[in-house]
């Protein structure tokens, strides 16, 4: 479940808070989502953990990391369930770093929507956040990021689009 963080106090159950993540993932195996008839231009699902877990000045990069491997699973359970015959369809992680609470698995049904998150190059390039994370990220799937800091950003920040290819 996703929950915001309302006080300083410390995170509690935490091994219990991972276990519940790696279950959801789990819940994507063998899942099809299509196209519905309202023709929207994707699908998505926020990573369902409490803010504290992965934002913040206890947040530990073995916890993010843990989590965001838990989206690539269930992002790659969507792909490897995928009917490309029912019309386009990618499945990509976009994350936020270090603003790991704002990241999501989102379909695609809209090749040119896709593109915009994709974009042309990898601005990042050569660096990767799956070896600096040490992340398993599905064999086929493309890794591009950006730096998206802004003015009055107090950290670096980068956003992460690790997907099919276009």
């Known amino acids: 479940m996703r929950q915001i963080a309302l006080s300083n106090k410390p995170l509690r159950g935490i091994p219990r808070r991972?276990?519940?993540?790696?279950?959801?993932?789990?819940?994507?195996r063998d899942e099809f989502h299509p196209r519905t008839e309202r023709m929207e231009r994707y699908t998505n699902w926020k990573i369902p953990v409490h803010e504290a877990l992965v934002e913040g000045p206890r947040a530990r990069i073995e916890v993010q990391a843990f989590c965001i491997q838990q989206l690539l699973e269930a992002a790659s359970h969507l792909s490897n369930a995928a009917d490309h015959s029912q019309g386009y369809y990618r499945v990509a992680c976009l994350l936020v770093w270090p603003w790991v609470h704002q990241s999501e698995i989102t379909i695609f049904y809209d090749r040119n929507y896709y593109l915009g998150f994709l974009g042309e190059t990898n601005t990042l390039k050569p660096e990767r956040i799956?070896?600096?994370?040490?992340?398993?990220k599905p064999s086929h799937f493309i890794e591009h990021g950006h730096d998206v800091t802004q003015p009055d950003d107090e950290v670096a920040v980068q956003w992460w689009c690790i997907g099919e290819p276009v």
């Open 18 to 28: 991972l276990r519940a993540l790696e279950h959801w993932a789990s819940t994507f």
């Open 130 to 136: 799956s070896h600096a994370l040490a992340l398993q």
